[in-house]
């Protein structure tokens, strides 16, 4: 209602005619059990900074956002509002507004003023915003991820590259602590036909409170188009002190001898229209002075092959291991789909309706870590499989984005 009222305020004192309402969003929705009858209890490994996801999620989703157009000008830049709201409700449990079991939250809140002549197509932008996300799809991770609460300079073209500048306070809804952060982007650099490359820089202010530190890190993340069909992504990332969080604000107890860096790629691929998929693989190593230095690597695969126009066979296979002080960590987890797609054979095409049937192996560390850091999760053994080092789930699921 505040944000109707917002816009209808700005519709009287602004001259221009009236501007297209866009509604676009996202959901997954489903319900499973796991094979000794409980609720689905979803697989992943302590240490290890995502799970793969395919018939291994265990909430409800959605995410609505309405975007305004409130005015465009002579020289066609245009000014623009844009809101979401986010539901997250664990299955099995009751919706409440707070607590662990469900959320409803307002992920998304700014104004936006973009294409400016003055900036050579470039924008700028205030409020809460997801900004310059790059993930993962088949493991939700969001590995370079720079949404903020705060403002920005975006994509300013300069003799053939585009230059960004954010200034924020807050990383998402959930971090508990403000620190001043400041990222600087280049993009555009022409490496090779198809290929282009982004540098990245974000700092860390150091919080005025007693033992916090200053931070900073660095990312460099390549893209090459035309790929098998789809498109393939190198990145390459180091942090120190706060920086560790590598694209999010680390913890800003840690100093300068705290460091992080990782290696990610990973590739879609579209071969022909009815076979398609992406395969990860992360590389990341975490140096600790207190000698809790700990690597965790991942690798993960979902081929998808549609048998008609409606109808495809989606698999997943996904190996995360974390070497950790109390020993190597591993979790290995398998999931096969019968995919109902009404709109196409694609990859990507949405809305999909899953069911599936996911099989998960995990060593004694694995069990250890969960007990200790996760009690209570599926690898633990006061969770739903109990002192059992594996286990299975089978559900329905259906998973759809629009714009």
């Known amino acids: 209602m505040t944000f109707k009222l917002a816009a209808s305020c700005v519709y009287l004192t602004l001259p221009f005619s009236a501007q297209a309402l866009d ?5 997954r929705s489903g319900l499973g059990s796991t094979d000794n009858n409980h609720t689905q209890s979803c697989f992943a490994l302590p240490g290890a900074q995502s799970k793969y996801r395919l018939g291994n999620e265990c909430e409800q989703y959605a995410e609505l956002e309405l975007r305004q157009a409130l005015a465009t000008f002579d020289d066609g830049s245009v000014l623009s509002i844009d809101g979401m709201a986010s539901l997250h409700n664990r299955y099995g449990q009751a919706l409440t507004f707070q607590g662990d079991n469900g959320t409803v939250r307002l992920p998304q809140a700014y104004a936006q003023w973009s294409n400016l002549p003055s900036l050579n197509g470039g924008s700028v932008w205030a409020g809460r915003r997801y900004y310059k996300r790059n993930d993962i799809h088949i493991s939700d991770f969001y590995y370079w991820n720079q949404s ?3 403002a920005g300079v975006e994509d300013v073209k300069i003799g053939g590259l585009k230059y960004s500048y954010a200034f924020s306070r807050k990383d998402n809804l959930y971090q508990k602590d403000y620190v001043t952060r400041q990222d600087f982007n280049v993009g555009g650099f022409q490496t090779n036909p198809g290929g282009e490359l982004e540098l990245g820089l974000s700092y860390l202010d150091k919080p005025s409170r007693r ?5 900073w890190a660095v990312t460099a993340q390549h893209v090459q188009q035309d790929f098998l069909g789809g498109k393939n992504k190198l990145a390459l990332q180091y942090g ?3 920086g560790t969080g590598l694209g999010y604000t680390g913890d800003t107890a840690l100093d300068d001898s705290n460091k992080s860096y990782r290696v990610v790629e990973f590739f879609d691929w579209q071969v022909t229209p009815r076979f398609g998929g992406q395969f990860e693989a992360v590389y ?3 140096i600790r002075p207190d000698g809790s230095d700990q690597t965790w690597i991942s690798v993960g695969i979902r081929p998808a092959y549609a048998i008609t126009e409606q109808f495809k066979l989606v698999a997943e296979l996904g190996h995360d291991q974390v070497d950790a002080p109390g020993g190597t960590r591993k979790l290995s987890k398998a999931t096969f789909a019968p995919t109902w797609s009404p709109k196409g054979p694609g990859f990507w095409t949405r809305p999909e309706v899953r069911l599936y049937y996911t099989y998960a192996s995990w060593n004694a560390a694995a069990q250890r870590a969960a007990n200790e850091l996760a009690a209570g999760s599926a690898l633990s053994d006061t969770g739903a499989f109990g002192t059992a ?7 329905v699921q259906v998973e759809y984005w629009w714009k």
Do not use: C, S, W
């Not at 033992?211 to 931070?215: D, T």
């Not at 080092?389 to 559900?395: D, F, P, R, S, V």
């Open 284 to 286: 990341q190593k975490d």
């Open 211 to 215: 033992n916090a530190h200053a931070g």
């Open 240 to 242: 120190e002190g706060p």
């Open 389 to 395: 080092l594996h286990g299975a789930n089978a559900g």
């Open 148 to 150: 903020a609460t705060g």
């Open 23 to 27: 509604f676009a969003g996202y959901l």
